[in-house]
């Protein structure tokens, strides 16, 4: 019952950059597909971008494909998305989350979560 935890967050201006980062832990960080979506004021939850265990296979939203990269490196439990050329509709809280399986992921029906992360993007 290992939850991820967001970090890396914060206030950028227009055409900045922020990484996040997720980490979970335990020993069996390898085995989970890791996602991150993201969720604005009075919107629905949005999926942003997955990754399968071994980093092979990523899946992106149309709106960020080319401005985010998600990656993973397992030897420190760490799941990373690169965020470049943010822009004010970027504002929200990013969410972690890991399953077993990438469809999972990717629908938002991931069964363990964190707490979120906030990304402003803002003049």
């Known amino acids: 019952q290992a939850h991820p935890e967001e970090s890396g967050g914060g206030l950028v201006q227009p055409g900045e950059s922020l990484r996040l980062s997720c980490t979970v832990s335990?020993?069996?960080?390898?085995?989970?597909?890791m996602g991150w979506f993201r969720q604005a004021p009075g919107k629905e939850r949005e999926f942003v971008a997955a990754?399968?265990?071994?980093?092979?296979?990523?899946s992106y939203e149309d709106s960020v494909k080319g401005r985010f990269t998600i990656s993973r490196d397992n030897a420190k439990n760490t799941m990373y998305l690169q965020m470049n050329s943010l822009k004010p509709e970027d504002t929200a809280v990013y969410y972690c989350?890991?399953?077993?399986?990438?469809?999972?992921?990717?629908?938002?029906?991931?069964?363990?979560w964190g707490q979120g992360t906030q990304v402003t993007v803002s003049s």
């Open positions: 989350s890991r399953d077993g399986s990438f469809e999972a992921v990717v629908a938002g029906t991931a069964y363990y």
């Open positions: 990754i399968s265990q071994s980093g092979g296979r990523t």
């Open positions: 335990g020993r069996l960080f390898g085995s989970y597909v």
